[in-house]
């Protein structure tokens, strides 16, 4: 249906006279006149009575005005709405649940400094987001990925823990000690064969499947075990030590299929990133 027909009618409606509506609307009143005949015609009813003062309003016309002012504030609301000034682009992005609130802020406020004005559509990581960021090791397969940061594992003891007190551990300190173990981190992997290859053995009080959990545990005084640097800091009833053994540490980056670089802020997020990363000596950290 073309727009002018609606715009007609709401004049005719309005002013009650076909002359006055012609005036409105800078037309003829014969163009006025065959378009309301036209519009009758489409919907099948008869909207006005024409007579020498003017026109009648009928019922179905009452019904049709409403709609019709809807229709044509929408219409006319749609370039105001793609001015470059107000239209914000958008990032469909899956975080993953292990990244500690400060390395997630330090990202969203460097990503906001480089892109400007953007709409964050924020999900778990998963095939359907744009971009994810996450650990390398948690990548999908078809998927790139730009490293951004890395962040050391500590070793953390609970507060009840007679190591607690110890200024600094080797690796032999703990066999046999309780431990909360992550099977799908990487660190707690390269710790245990070190360990189990030195002759000694873990003594596993747990299996968690997150970081999350693994936090709940270890505050619970279960058990002693390895969590990221900044996921760990904040919290209380443990402490985390010296620990001398091997370093591990995780590879923090962003993961994207090829076709996401569709999206130009998602091109220019990974172009900006990839000349500067995350810097995590600057994020604070209270342990």
Known sequence: MDERLLRFFVAVYEEQNLSRAAEKCFVSQPNISNSLKQLEAIIGKELFTRHKRGVEIKEDAHYLYPIAKRILGELNAIPEMFKERNFRSKIIIGIADSLSQQFKSEFFKKASQMLGEVEWDVRPIGRDCEINL??????????????????????????????????????????????????????????????????????????????????????????????????????????????????????????????????????????????????????????
């Not at 190591?163 to 080797?170: F, G, M, T, W």
């Not at 000690?177 to 990487?186: K, L, V, Y």
């Not at 499947?209 to 443990?238: C, D, H, N, R």
């Open 134 to 287: 996450l650990i390398r090791e948690w990548k999908f397969e078809e998927h790139l990925f730009l490293p951004i940061g890395k962040e050391n594992y500590v070793l953390c003891i609970p507060d009840n823990h007679h190591l607690a007190n110890k200024d600094s551990i080797d690796i032999n300190d703990l066999s046999g000690e309780p431990f909360i173990h992550c099977p799908p981190c990487e660190a707690h992997q390269q710790s245990l064969a070190i360990l189990n290859n030195s002759g000694d053995k873990w003594n596993t009080i747990a299996n968690c499947q997150t970081k999350t959990e693994v936090l709940t545990l270890l505050m619970s005084g279960l058990g002693i075990t390895f969590l990221p640097e900044y996921f760990a800091s904040g919290w209380g009833s443990f402490k985390v030590k010296t620990y001398n053994g091997p370093k591990n540490f995780r590879e923090i980056g962003l993961s994207y299929a090829r076709k996401s670089l569709n999206n130009p802020k998602v091109a220019a997020l990974i172009d900006s990133f990839s000349k500067e990363g995350i810097n995590f000596k600057y994020l604070s950290t209270t342990s």
